[in-house]
T-cell receptor, first 116, second 108 residues
Framework: GAGVSQSPRYKVAKRGQDVALRCDPI?????LFWYQQALGQGPEFLTY????????KSGLPSDRFFAERPEGSVSTLKIQRTQQEDSAVYLC??????????????FGPGTRLTVL | SQQGEEDPQALSIQEGENATMNCSYK?????LQWYRQNSGRGLVHLIL?????REKHSGRLRVTLDTSKKSSSLLITASRAADTASYFC????????FGAGTQVVVTP
């Protein structure tokens, strides 16, 4: 497709369940980013991939959060043993390159996760 | 924690008026960007201004950057109802850091 896609768009989980959120970046984009956006707040950085390498995971809030991009394209953000504070919109973005000079990030529509 | 802080938090104007919002940040940056987010959707990149630039224009958008004051402003001229959205500034020091946003409502 022409843009970044994410699935599912909405996910409701019971507390303690594991969830997996998928991101399909724009074809050919080297960099992929995950963000968490709480209600009424701006996105907060979670993690960053360059191709299949996870170069920065400093924003992951706990070891229950895990992200992968095994073939350098599609990425999955997994949250284990979900808790109510994990409820948020999870945004994925991709960019063609990343370096000293910033390249525009293209965002997907996000996955709204609600943990009951 | 979020690097940028937008001001005001909310702004309500009528079509045709100008909308101005400000962003302050804390640390040195490579560049600063402004994004728009419509309700329930992802962010759309509006404009990027590099740390050595002071002003930039794109259509009805005008962005200024004052690195000595660590602040930026976004001006939307001749606003339209379709400009109703949340606007975020984001700084790129090492990773992209967003503020909490300004919610703009433009009424016909």
């Amino acid at each position: 497709g022409a843009g970044v896609s994410q699935s599912p768009r909405y996910k409701v989980a019971k507390r303690g369940q594991d969830v997996a959120l998928r991101c399909d970046p724009i074809s050919g984009h080297v960099s992929l980013f995950w963000y968490q956006q709480a209600l009424g707040q701006g996105p907060e950085f979670l993690t960053y991939f360059q191709n299949e390498a996870q170069l920065d995971k400093s924003g992951l809030p706990s070891d229950r959060f895990f992200a992968e991009r095994p073939e350098g394209s599609v990425s999955t953000l997994k949250i284990q043993r979900t808790q109510q504070e994990d409820s948020a919109v999870y945004l994925c973005a991709s960019s063609l390159l990343r370096g000293v000079y910033y390249n525009e990030q293209f965002f997907g529509p996000g996955t709204r996760l609600t943990v009951l | 924690s979020q690097q940028g802080e937008e001001d005001p938090q909310a702004l309500s104007i009528q079509e045709g008026e100008n909308a101005t919002m400000n962003c302050s940040y804390k640390t040195s940056i490579n560049n600063l960007q402004w994004y728009r987010q419509n309700s329930g959707r992802g962010l759309v990149h509006l404009i990027l201004i590099r740390s050595n630039e002071r002003e930039k224009h794109s259509g009805r958008l005008r962005v200024t950057l004052d690195t000595s004051k660590k602040s930026s402003s976004l001006l939307i001229t001749a606003s339209r109802a379709a400009d109703t959205a949340s606007y975020f500034c984001a700084t790129d020091a090492s990773v992209l850091q967003f503020g909490a946003g300004t919610q703009v409502v433009v009424t016909p």
